[in-house]
């Protein structure tokens, strides 16, 4: 079992950036492929980006590619989503998961461990 801790929420201005990091708790870390999900108030957990174990290969949501970037550091256990040019829709909690499917996946059942999330507000 691995334990995943997000941090690097907030408030953020329209246009502005936020870096997102997902902290795991075990050494496997790279054994894993680590997606981004997020949830806004009164909708449906949504895919936003993951990234491979394996060769770090990614994978993103339509709404956010071109803005959002995501990376792993393995010896540091930790990944990131670099999150830019936010908009009002990017409002949500995110939260970070962890998978071991071969091939990366949007669906949010395929993802084993789940963070606590963080809150993402983008208001003027």
């Known amino acids: 079992q691995v334990q995943l801790v997000e941090s690097g929420g907030g408030l953020v201005q329209p246009g502005g950036s936020l870096r997102l990091s997902c902290a795991a708790s075990?050494?496997?870390?790279?054994?894993?492929?680590i997606g981004w999900f997020r949830q806004a108030s009164g909708k449906e957990r949504e895919f936003v980006a993951a990234i491979r174990r394996t060769d770090s290969s990614t994978r993103y949501a339509d709404s956010v590619k071109g803005r959002f970037t995501i990376s792993r550091n393995d010896p540091e256990r930790t990944a990131y989503l670099q999150m830019n040019s936010l908009n009002a829709d990017d409002t949500a909690v995110y939260y970070c998961?962890?998978?071991?499917?071969?091939?990366?996946?949007?669906?949010?059942?395929?993802?084993?461990?789940w963070g606590q999330g963080t809150q993402v507000t983008v208001s003027s």
């Open positions: 075990k050494s496997t870390f790279h054994g894993y492929n």
């Open positions: 998961a962890a998978s071991t499917t071969i091939l990366l996946t949007t669906t949010p059942s395929r993802y084993a461990y």
